[in-house]
């Protein structure tokens, strides 16, 4: 069935980084932009990065700016988040999330289960 | 950038209840929204998209209705299992926030 999953998260120390991944099945990995959300401890959802299908169109938000960088392969149906000099502030559950074209019509309408960043010392 | 506003933070209803979440737009983005369900220590679900478009496989007792700056979920028939937190999310300007959430005990 069509399945996300997320791994890669952890414990790290301000200024740390960390690599995750999301692994998708069921589904042609390619035709379909893929995103990155977060929700902090107690709070709302944030959308923080975005590519296409065929990984040359992205886009993230300026919290994560020149620190997050997205990226697929879509030979082995996979999605990355390399977090660089991470902060407090980025101490979060993350989810990969599908997305159909056209991006702003569609809705996310496939998310993996999350997987928990802290950043603490 | 677009910010939404959801009201009430939280309500409390009845098995059976009707009940009418609001979603406020800062400006107009014709019906670039989308309605997301989330239940403790789970991911978010899709419900509506583009205002009033149920996603495959959301019962019926839920709609969406509204465009410009004011959009409704509407939930008929209120079930236990709607028990949850509910998001509006503006997809008018791509990355754009989500709102804060109504959270709705049954």
């Known amino acids: 069935q069509v399945q996300l999953v997320e791994s890669g998260g952890g414990l790290v120390k301000p200024g740390g980084s960390l690599r995750l991944s999301c692994a998708a099945s069921?589904?042609?990995?390619?035709?379909?932009?893929m995103t990155w959300m977060r929700q902090g401890p107690g709070k709302g959802l944030e959308w923080i990065v975005y590519?296409?299908?065929?990984?040359?169109?992205?886009s993230d938000v300026e919290s994560v700016r020149g620190r997050f960088t997205v990226s697929r392969d879509n030979a082995k149906n996979s999605l990355f988040l390399e977090m660089n000099n991470l902060r407090v502030e980025d101490t979060a559950v993350y989810y990969c999330?599908?997305?159909?074209?056209?991006?702003?019509?569609?809705?996310?309408?496939?998310w993996g289960q999350g997987t928990t960043v802290t950043v603490s010392s | 950038d677009i910010q939404l506003t959801q009201s009430p933070s939280s309500l409390s209803a009845s098995v059976g209840d009707r009940v009418s979440l609001t979603c406020r737009a800062s400006q107009s983005m014709s019906t670039y929204l989308n309605w997301y369900q989330q239940k403790p220590g789970q991911a978010p679900k899709l419900l509506i998209y583009a205002a009033s478009i149920l996603q495959g496989g959301v019962p019926s007792r839920f709609s969406g209705h509204g465009a410009g700056t004011d959009f409704t979920l509407t939930i008929t028939n209120l079930q236990p299992e709607d028990s949850a937190v509910y998001y509006c999310?503006?997809?008018?300007?791509?990355?754009?926030?989500f709102g804060g959430g109504t959270k709705v005990e049954i």
């Open positions: 999330a599908r997305a159909r074209v056209p991006l702003n019509y569609y809705g996310m309408d496939v």
């Open positions: 590519i296409s299908g065929s990984g040359l169109s992205m």
């Open positions: 999310q503006q997809t008018y300007s791509i990355l754009g926030p």
């Open positions: 069921g589904f042609n990995f390619s035709d379909y932009y």
